[in-house]
């Protein structure tokens, strides 16, 4: 979804998911995409982390597939393109979020099962999805 990141407009911390759904709402977008530019960060932040982030104290976890797709496809893009999954983990890692990396690889292994390819193929060689090794 191009909208996820509408939040950036207003800054480039964890908060644009906040300011993303501010902007989706006042835009009168569905609540089905408002809730996708919501939850999108990470593997999602539950509502007792979100806190300790600056987030306001809600849950922003993905729960729908698309939420999820989005969420996740934004793990595995850079500014340089796309990226294996490890190196999203080792930053989470490194800065001691090891909660948020288990449930970075938990979506990762759910989509693989969801949609029975291997999403690794598909972002360190960029093979084309007909072509990924099903599951």
Known sequence: MLLHDIGRSRTHSIRHVVHGALIARRLSLDNRLVDIVHNHIGAGVPKLEADALGLPS????PRTLE???VCHSDNL????????????LSRLREKGAHAAADRMVALHLELEDRLGIDIDL?????TDIKKAKVL
Request: glycine fraction near 12%; charge should be negative; aromatic fraction near 4%.
């Open 58 to 61: 809600e849950d922003f976890m």
């Open 67 to 69: 939420e999820k797709l």
């Open 77 to 88: 893009v850079g500014s340089r393109g796309r990226h294996p999954l490890e190196r999203s």
């Open 122 to 126: 598909l972002v360190t060689d960029g």
